[in-house]
Nanobody
């Protein structure tokens, strides 16, 4: 079991920045992939960025060059730095922990944090 707690969401004007944090209840070194997803009203949840246990990262095309995912293993925390925010970035952002076991894969989710970008 992994509990994930997100923080850092809020209201920001277009062009502004926010940093989201995701604190895990166990060592993130034991988690294969940590990711940030988002879901806007009426849309499906989509992957925004992910980072592996060996710090390989990947991004959705829509956020490349604007968002940066990082991790602090000592604090069991993953961050999402969001710069040059656009109104279309408005969504609930969810932290995800993906664990690959010998015979199964498990996903854990945080409760989500709202990000609202005004034009």
């Amino acid at each position: 079991q992994v509990q994930l707690v997100e923080s850092g969401g809020g209201l920001v004007q277009a062009g502004g920045s926010l940093r989201l944090s995701c604190a895990a209840s166990k060592s993130i070194l034991s988690i294969n992939v940590m990711g940030w997803y988002r879901q806007a009203p009426g849309k499906q949840r989509e992957l925004v960025a992910s980072i592996t246990s060996d710090s390989r990262s990947d991004y959705a095309e829509s956020v490349k060059g604007r968002f940066t995912i990082s991790r602090n293993n000592a604090k069991n925390t993953v961050y999402l730095q969001m710069n040059s925010l656009k109104p279309e970035d408005t969504a609930v952002y969810y932290c995800n922990a993906h664990i690959v076991g010998a015979t199964s894969e498990l996903d854990y989710w945080g409760q989500g944090t709202q990000v609202t970008v005004s034009s």
